[in-house]
């Protein structure tokens, strides 16, 4: 009887299933015939359930080839198209470079998509709920939350910045024959975002680039910080161990929860005491006014903490943490990648380096000086810096990957039909996958000459919907100005400091590999040799 009874239970079910998915096809079908939809070009897959391009992609490392040129960027190739579906793990995921769609995601059509429970559930277990993995209310609660703290006034306030170029060049140090020696400069750029992220989030730098050469102890608050953390460099390690954690778990797709252990546990155990304490301290201080504040000395500026400034919109301190974490993540590697692709095509063109330190010279002068300072201002009227920028995005893009998933049935404007220019219809829950990597290497929109490093390009250039390396609409990169102040100034003082830049290695002639990680990075660092200006 029992056996009976599941038995009919089994058939009701798969009956209700098929029926609810009929009615739910039928429904989709007369959505996209009502909208002038067709469907785009899907993409061959030789093994079911598309476990093929899905293997691909995780062993593509260990069989030395490239996620972006070989796979991705090849699989455009082999479609034909800017537009097409594949099938992922069984799921029918949509794959976009067109710039029309992409403003219709991220854009015009905002509300029909979201970041979806994925990245949240990816990160959360470091990151719990922030700006960064949340969606709906909580997202938009937090984008006004920040939205003052990233301000001109704050991004102008250039001295941690010009304290921590001070510290890479104290441990860069210049030979007698004023050569540096062979150094590899990512390590140094991490730990520079890393100090000034801090300065801008706890009113107080982690200093991770002197703490990693020279045993520096810490004083202050840092160091109660990092005694709750658990020593000194503490913190910059954790992060880096987290953040590995990070980029598997979002490389893991759904199977996420697989990706788990000790090493990533104790890590957020260390990196959330760290910050537990500066969420304390900026509480209590609001708590208690200004009884607990230092006061500033004579001459001497009130020093800006994030952290603070938020305490005057939430009192919680979980979401406080988790705030701060999420934006130290969002500006932190990506930042640093910036820098070193920067580095790398400086070295790789003479000529380029040349160019742009004479326009530095010409902008800033030799050295710091009240008359030339660099300034948030001068740093974006820096015209040929901004190019030699905006080229590396464009060509060395930071974030080279990127999706979102339908909150309801919607329609892209293109890449259906034979030709590939009827609308698209999506379904609710359905992913689409978006490369700025490709995009902006997209011939049809740069020109013949796509693949070639040419700040000159920019000049006369409008920026649009062909170039989105800090993503674009509502969701738009919170940092980018931030992030361009950051690293315009740091290269400003690296080419005032030096007039020459030699690779090291035999890698440097070859096409330079990269890591993609949550970002994408050189796979062989930057390893140089600068020599010091005679006017430095
Ligand atoms: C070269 C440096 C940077 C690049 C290329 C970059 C790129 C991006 C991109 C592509 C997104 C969109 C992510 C998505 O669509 O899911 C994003 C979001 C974000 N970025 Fe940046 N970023 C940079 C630096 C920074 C910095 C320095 C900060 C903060 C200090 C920052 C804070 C954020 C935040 C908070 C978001 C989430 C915005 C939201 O969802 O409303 N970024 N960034």
Redesign the pocket.
């Known amino acids: 009887m029992a056996v009976f009874i599941l038995f009919c239970v089994a058939v009701l079910y798969i009956l209700y299933s098929s029926i609810t998915s009929y009615l739910s096809e039928r429904r989709f079908r007369a959505f996209a015939l009502a909208n002038g939809c067709e469907p785009p070009a899907h993409a061959p897959a030789k093994w079911p359930l598309g476990i093929e391009f899905v293997w691909r992609a995780l062993t593509c490392e260990r069989r030395g080839l490239d996620l972006l040129d070989d796979l991705i960027m090849a699989r455009y190739r082999a479609m034909g198209r800017n537009t097409f579906t594949s099938t992922a793990l069984g799921a029918t995921t949509l794959s976009t470079i067109e710039p029309a769609n992409l403003q219709a995601i ?1 854009a015009t059509k905002f509300k029909d998509f979201e ?1 979806g429970s994925r ?1 949240h559930k990816q990160f959360g277990i470091l990151l719990g709920k922030n ?2 993995t949340s969606d709906g209310p909580f ?1 938009e609660h ?2 006004a939350m ?1 939205r003052p703290q ?1 301000a001109r006034e704050q991004i102008n306030d250039l001295e941690a910045t010009e304290k921590a170029v001070q510290a890479l060049f104290h441990v860069v140090p210049v030979d007698e024959d004023g050569w540096t020696a062979e150094t590899d400069l990512m390590p140094f750029f991490f730990r520079f ?1 890393l100090d000034t ?1 801090t300065e ?1 989030l706890f009113g107080e730098s982690v200093e991770s680039q002197l703490a990693a050469v020279e045993d520096v102890a810490a004083s202050g608050h840092r160091a109660m910080a990092a005694e709750k953390a658990g020593g000194d460099v503490g913190f910059a390690e954790a992060f880096d161990t987290a953040q590995s954690w990070m980029a598997l778990r979002a490389r893991a797709l759904g199977f996420y929860w697989l990706v788990d252990g000790t090493k990533l546990r104790k890590s957020v155990k260390l990196i959330r005491q760290f910050t537990d304490y500066y969420v304390r301290l900026a509480l209590e201080k609001k708590e208690h006014g200004a009884e607990k504040e230092k006061i500033p000395e004579k001459g001497e500026k009130k020093k800006y903490a994030l952290v603070e400034a938020l305490v005057n919109e939430t009192r919680d301190s979980e979401e406080l943490r988790d705030q701060m974490l ?3 993540l ?3 590697d ?2 640093a ?2 820098l070193s692709w920067v580095f790398i095509v400086l070295t790789k063109n003479p000529h380029i380096f040349n160019k742009l330190r004479e326009s530095i010279l010409a902008d800033f002068g030799p050295a710091p000086s009240p008359d030339k300072p660099i300034t948030f201002a001068s740093l974006k009227s820096s015209k040929y810096l901004q190019h030699v920028l905006h080229e590396t ?1 464009r060509l060395h ?3 080279p990957l ?1 999706s ?1 998933v339908a909150a309801r049935d919607t329609v892209l404007p293109v890449g259906g039909g034979a030709d590939g220019t009827k609308p698209v219809a999506m379904r609710k829950g359905q992913q689409v996958n978006f490369t ?1 990597y490709i995009l902006h290497r997209r011939r049809d929109l740069w020109g013949e000459d796509v693949e070639e490093f040419k700040p000159e390009r920019w000049e006369g250039r409008r920026i649009d919907w062909s170039f ?4 674009g609409g ?7 100005q ?3 102040t ?2 315009g100034y740091l290269i400003g003082r690296m080419l005032q400091r030096f007039d020459r830049i030699e690779g090291v290695g035999e890698h440097w002639q070859k096409k330079p590999r990269k890591k993609i990680s949550l ?1 994408m990075y050189p796979l062989d660092g930057v390893k140089v040799r600068l020599r010091m200006a005679k006017e430095a």
């Open positions: 991220l970041i990245r700006i960064f997202w937090s984008r920040f990233f975002t992220a801008f999420g934006i130290l969002a500006g932190r990506t930042t990648t910036l995005l893009t930071s974030v990127n979102r700025p989105l390396p800090f993503s509502p969701r738009i990169c919170l940092g980018q931030y992030a361009l950051e690293a970002t």
